[in-house]
């Protein structure tokens, strides 16, 4: 699997911006995705994941009720929604897949990673 992020961008607080993670390889639709972001000096650090099926998903605490994963499987591509941007929230933020399996928080556990695309939130 191949990942292609983008959408990152220079933003104000309060602001909202859509990532987008487009995929390719015919196993996609089977995998777990994540959304993760480093900012310098700081370890990468999970923000969402969603199962294959979408069903299910997962946030970290400081992005939960603004942030929203979701997927759309026939077009490859995960999406991250993020509304009321804030300062902390900027940094490089990767997508991730791992094949089947649980949502997990560790970057160690997910095998493809797309480029990165930068979001840097003004105050």
């Known amino acids: 699997v191949q990942l292609q992020a983008s959408g990152g961008g220079l933003v104000q607080a309060g602001g909202s911006l859509r990532l987008s993670c487009a995929a390719s390889?015919?196993?996609?639709?089977?995998?777990?995705a994540g959304w993760f972001r480093q900012a310098p000096g700081k370890e990468r650090e999970f923000v969402a994941g969603i199962s294959w099926r979408g069903d299910s998903t997962r946030y970290t605490d400081s992005v939960n009720g603004r942030f929203t994963i979701s997927r759309d499987n026939a077009k490859n591509t995960v999406y991250l929604q993020m509304n009321s941007l804030k300062p902390e929230d900027t940094a490089v933020y990767y997508c991730a897949a791992r094949p089947y399996g649980t949502i997990v928080t560790a970057p160690g556990s997910y095998d493809y990673w797309g480029q990165g695309t930068q979001v840097t939130v003004s105050s």
């Open positions: 390889g015919r196993t996609f639709n089977v995998v777990t």
